[in-house]
């Protein structure tokens, strides 16, 4: 008799939390996944037949061993904010600006992605992140290129795992190997406006052709080391900044410690005046941060000392509205608290940078500084995937312009903030 195969075939599993009535994916994930079913109904006694159904499926099913997924992700904060901002110059001109508006990403980025892994066998594995940030207020996406927020692959294994491509920095708290912001307050890198430590640190952001690698914990340490190459086009020379970091943190129990030094090595400053043209010096960083769970509250504090970089947080100098080529060296220090309540955690943080400033062309002192922020939040859960914030602070940066007989310029900002978050 004839026998009847089931022919093998591919077929595509989506794996949700919960499924619309039409099958659309409720959760934002799915999984592809192969998998092949060959039997044989035979009508009569074929051992021939037999073995070779047999020897099929074992093939196939041999081929499909090495499982690989990909994951659709992100989040959306979009909420509203009131910002009084002072600003005044060296010259005595103040100008004060009110704002009540609508916002993305107060509390955390809004963002969409896909990640994947494959399993190579032996403990080998490929993954890749693709990440673009975007603004839920307006639903448009950044200038900076469609997977702006990270586009990497990555090689991991028993020796750790390695990461090429567009990556944030060690020093941050984002993207696939920034830790240090997250150890460092319970902010991260702020919300809204306010900038958390990162108002009184000298931090970085993402940076392209990034090589990166990450040990695994051995003993409650960790080993990571990153080196950019700087822009296309201009890799490894001086009309690119190339950056550099290391990293080596500790976790035992309640505990974590995280110490990192950094490096920018500036390009080559194209200043007003010709003459003035210069290698500027390279930036550099050295960082602690501790904090420890409590139980009824977690505790944070770090610090930083930094020599030659051309900004305090986000503003750099400027007098009389114009922006000062400037180095700074100096140090900074903050304080934290994350206190669960009431279902939600209380969050509160507050910092402090003095800093003597020089201009890159040389000479005496050009100017002291002086950072300070203070920060309270508070979210809360509704479920594992949306919660409600509301938040409000204060940052101001003082400056004493040494050149022009003490003359004082100060910028400062109020902001209250509150937003829903949903992640899927």
């Excluded at 591919?10 to 994930?29: A, H, L, N, W, Y």
């Excluded at 004060?96 to 980025?109: H, W």
């Excluded at 900004?311 to 180095?327: S, Y």
């Amino acid at each position: 008799m004839e026998p009847i195969f089931h022919q093998s075939f591919f077929d595509v599993t989506k794996r949700c939390s919960r499924m619309t009535p039409e099958g659309q994916i409720g959760s934002g994930q799915f999984y592809l996944r192969r998998s092949f079913l060959l039997g044989a109904h035979f009508q009569g006694s074929h051992n021939m037949y037999k073995k070779i159904a047999l020897a099929v499926s074992a093939a196939l099913l041999a081929g499909s061993a090495f499982a690989s997924s990909v994951t659709l992700y992100g989040r959306i904060d979009t909420g509203l904010s009131y910002t009084h901002e002072r600003v005044k110059t060296s010259e005595g001109t103040t100008t004060t600006t009110k704002s009540f508006s609508m916002d993305s990403g107060n509390s955390t980025g809004s963002r969409w992605g896909l990640k994947g892994v494959e399993e190579l066998g032996n403990g080998l594995k490929v993954g890749f992140v693709l990440e673009s940030g975007f603004s839920s207020d307006t639903g448009k996406g950044s200038v900076d290129g469609l997977f702006n927020r990270e586009s990497s692959i990555s090689v991991s294994g028993s020796f750790g795992t390695v990461y090429a491509g567009r990556l944030n920095s060690l020093i941050s708290d984002a993207g696939s190997i920034g830790w240090y912001g997250a150890m460092a307050s319970p902010f991260g890198t702020g919300w809204g406006r306010i900038g958390g430590h990162a108002e009184v640190f000298a931090t970085q952001g993402r940076f392209n052709n990034t090589i990166a690698y990450m040990s695994p914990r051995f003993a409650g340490l960790q080993f990571s080391a990153q080196y950019s190459m700087g822009d296309d086009g201009a890799e490894n020379t001086s009309k690119s900044n190339r950056y550099a970091a290391l990293g080596l943190d500790y976790q035992a129990g309640n505990l974590e410690v995280g110490f990192l030094v950094d490096w920018l090595n500036k390009q080559t400053a194209g200043l007003a005046d010709p003459s003035l043209r210069k290698d500027i010096d390279d930036a550099f960083t050295v960082n602690l941060a501790a904090n420890y769970d409590f139980g009824v509250l977690k505790a944070f504090a770090a610090a930083q000392y930094f020599k030659d970089t051309d900004k305090i947080g986000p503003w750099a100098m400027q007098e009389k509205g114009v922006l000062v080529p400037l180095k700074h060296e100096g140090f900074g220090v903050n304080l934290g608290v994350d206190v669960p309540l009431c279902g939600g955690n209380l969050m509160v943080s507050a910092g402090y940078a003095d800093a003597d400033a020089d201009n890159v062309s040389g000479g005496s002192k050009y100017a002291d500084r002086k950072s300070y922020y203070a920060l309270a939040g508070y979210s809360y859960p509704f479920s594992k995937r949306t919660s409600v914030y509301v938040g409000g602070g204060y940052k101001a940066i003082e400056s004493d312009y040494v050149a022009e007989g003490k003359n004082k310029a100060k910028n400062t900002i109020y902001q209250v903030m509150t937003g829903l978050v949903h992640k899927f």
